[in-house]
């Protein structure tokens, strides 16, 4: 028996790198059809070209595994000799967070297991639906390509707010960052700092927040191995006055984002108290986004 730890979107049992038990389907042509998605034919040696080529031609081309792999209910190729199961995935990290979200009166609302794409926008993305769940008018937002603020989640938060508790917003995934600066940060380090940034922008719908009755947004996002990016940071939390508040303490904190460096923005921001730094945790399951919301109204 393996017990897998799942670091990969989907779970898929051959690609997690905790799962050598599990048979490698994959074909000469596979090979092929990423080397020329990527354009990458000019980098690859000749002889491998040539090798590849030809085993794709063969009649016989692929992976033959006999007997020993079987087919699951599932879909998954499976050794016969062998159980595989996963036993540490954000799935099963989110599934706790419900669980916790919803003992503390909050009502949680799992966007998605499997975000992906790019951290900024996922940020802003995250944003919109705080927007959306502070004034429940889906009107005041379009779908966007974060995977987050889609019409089906729009719709879900505002169903979910009508229950009348305050909401746990999860996500969880894994995101990239195109690097255009020099700084020093990571994907969750950026989603936060990109939230922020977009919260402000709609500061005057977030105005009538009163803290000392535990109103407002704040969104967390975090690598669940603790370390995001080359910094010693897992992640930081974000919330709609941050923004100003950084601008009154002489930061900017769009140049920051620009020259992606969230890490030294939080770094400097309020002493570091919206740093999330846990020290590294031994396992990984992916990053993990909580956005708790309590309007006015609740």
Known sequence: ???????????????????????????????????????????????????LEECAKSPEAGTKLGDMVKQTESGLYEFHHVQNEIVGSNKIAVNSAVQTADALG????????????????????????????????????????????????INKVISSKNLGKPLCILGAGETTVTLKGKGVGGRNQEIALSAALAMQKNSEVFASADPSK????????????????????????????????????????????????SFNFYAKFLGGTNHIITGLTGTNVMDIQVMLVHPPAV
Request: overall charge negative; proline content about 5%; some cysteine.
């Open 214 to 261: 535990g109103e407002g947004v704040v969104l967390l996002s975090a690598g669940t191995d603790g370390q995001d990016g080359p910094c010693v940071a897992a992640g930081a939390m974000a919330e709609p006055q941050d923004v100003q508040a950084a601008i009154n303490d002489g930061l900017n904190p769009q140049e920051y984002l620009n020259n992606n460096d």
């Open 1 to 51: 028996m393996s017990l897998i730890l799942s670091d990969v979107i989907g779970d898929p049992l051959d690609i997690i790198a905790s799962g050598p038990t599990v048979p490698d389907l994959s074909t000469a042509a596979h090979c092929l059809e990423i080397i020329f998605s990527l354009s990458a034919q000019a980098k690859v040696p000749v002889s491998v070209l040539r090798y």
């Open 106 to 153: 909050y009502t949680p609302l799992v966007l998605s297991t499997e975000l992906s794409g790019e951290a900024r926008k996922l940020g802003a993305g995250f944003a919109d639906l705080a927007k959306i769940a502070w004034t429940s008018n889906g009107n005041q937002s379009t779908e966007d390509e974060s995977q987050v603020a889609t019409a089906d989640a």
